[in-house]
């Protein structure tokens, strides 16, 4: 042993100096690195030391320290297994924060941390921490050096796990929170504990049952979940998120959002509402999120009696500051900024606000529990329904709409029906999705159009299996078929028993195959690719003719749908059974002469689109509407223009006439003037 650290002090003479002279001798890290990775303790201390000189220097020679110094074996787990010494805990967790933030692989931390926990060193670590944390609560700048150092260290499961399960740590957290300067810390420490550990995200526990005590010993005993579920530590994080200091507020509602039964605890929805009222982004989104995507049960009631709507709509009108402004400016037009981080993060705050906005008065409703507050006018969302309608159908930037598509998985089933109902919404998912080339938007389109032709119970034409999209796609998540069986579930829709929501889906299918034939593309049939196979078309072409009326007689000439040629009819034309004659098949359904039996009647304004019944005539009209007044008012300018231009003609031509007559009426007065001189000067 002698030997061995005789033969190791030259190391460290060289390591001196190389703090003393700021340069790196050479093969100092690959030494420093076999030193930690040996089986003698006090090596490992001080070579500890002398990593932390080492990752002093320059970032980019601090980084290549770092990564000779990992390459080593076992020098990561013998630098965790310091931390685990009363003496070196501090300046070990501090070089293995600054090791990470040098650039080392995660995956090579990661298997670094895993090893030292198979050795039982992280358990050794959370025992150190309970004993510093409650050796001398007043040393602020070693408080906050190991709980900035064990943060690092817990965002991996292994070390989460063994911190949190010690009862010491997360009761000497507890308390911090108490204190102003380290509440902070100690908050981001426990929010690490509460995301990695394994076990955390679990319910919060029970008002009426259970130990109120948690987790009982201060040496551990007891699961991290039932340490972090303690009924005072989650009284002590509650009052942390009514703080004034916003960091702190944030981090603890990050703490509680992690909580499947989070609105159980007591206290939680005077500070949301509160939490609201501070204007701040990320305060707004966390709120929103918490509201839209968990339940509030008999909660509901307290928050609407508090003001949570109104503090809602403030806090998503001081995010963006004309989205409150009326139901007109909710959020439909786009000012060209929509690559500002700054405007982004403020749009999806007001997003989820709006989201827990809609859901919250259908819950409290739901809850059959009596609502002290006072009851909101019936256009009282209108603000929120245009700015989700706005955010899903890209008006804000392809960003944030595929961050709002993506967001509908976790939106409760009332709010997807409301939404659904709303004009213009499933037109604007059916423009930005069928013009998207992401995978992942086209997917998330997917999965909200069948999700609420599900909730609606609308039925499936006759013939038409079970596929979705595995079948569509060969199972891969926005594959090649997905745009098709987005499609077919939009045609769906638009056969749902609620009138309204039939004709909402009806105009989101023809703006879906307008957008597809813009970018040079169509969708034929279920389970069919850009492009489509013939068969796949006739089949969806038949399963879409339920839209039709079942009569077929009825006058087909009401004005109808946007965009005249739809997939259908691009299907059609490229058939070489129809070349030859002209093509006449519904804009809505699809279906052909030969399918009705008779031709599709065209409408009656603008004469361009045809329609199988008025049933699809009614359910294109307030897509159409637009085009077709253009498309009748295109002959009136056009006789318009034609009457200027005569009437212009008729003005040359009478100005012509008048030069030519007042010519010789000219010419006599000049003769008659040149007679007159004549007989003056004889």
Known sequence: MRARRASSAPLFVACAHTGLAGEQAPDVPAAVGRLLGGIDEAERNLSTGLLSKLLLAAPPAAAAAAAEVVRQPGALPGLIAVAGVDAFAFIALNTFQRLVQAGVAPEDVARGVAAAGARGTLRRIASTAERL??????????????????????????????????AGVVSALRGALRSGSRAVEAMKLLLSLKTNAAGAHAAAPRRDGGDPRGAGGSSGGGSGAENLRDPRLLAEVVRAAGSADATLSLLALRFIGLIDEMWSIPLLAPVAVSALRKFDLQLTESVGMMVSMFPTGAVAPTLLSLGAPDALRAAAAAAVPHVARGAAKGGGSSDGSDCDPDLDAAWTAAFWAALAAIKLPREAAASHAPCAGPSSPADALAWALELVSGSLSGARGAPHAATALNAMASVPGDVLRALARHPGLLLGVGAFVGASEDAECVESGLELVRTMAELEKAPRAAGEAEGGCAAACSGEPGGPGALGELRRWLSMLARAPDRAVAWEAAAGLAAFDTSRLGAGKFISGRGSSDGGDGDGGRGASEGRGAVASSGGGSSGEAPGSAGGSTSQQVTAALSPQRRGRPIRSCSVCG???????????????????????????????PAHKKECKEQQQQPQQQQQQQQQQQQQQQQQQQQQQQKQQSQPQQAQQQQQQQQQQQQQQQ
Not at 150 to 155: E, I, V
Request: net charge neutral; aromatic share 6%; with cysteine.
């Open 133 to 166: 944390l409650s050796d001398d609560p007043w040393k602020e700048k070693e408080f906050l050096l190991l709980t900035s150092g064990l943060s690092t260290l817990c965002q991996h499961e292994p070390a989460a796990t063994a911190v949190a399960a010690n």
């Open 591 to 621: 279906q052909t002469e030969e399918q009705l039996g008779r031709a599709p009647k065209a409408c009656a304004g603008c004469r361009k689109v045809r329609y199988c019944g008025e049933a699809c005539a009614r359910a294109a009209w």
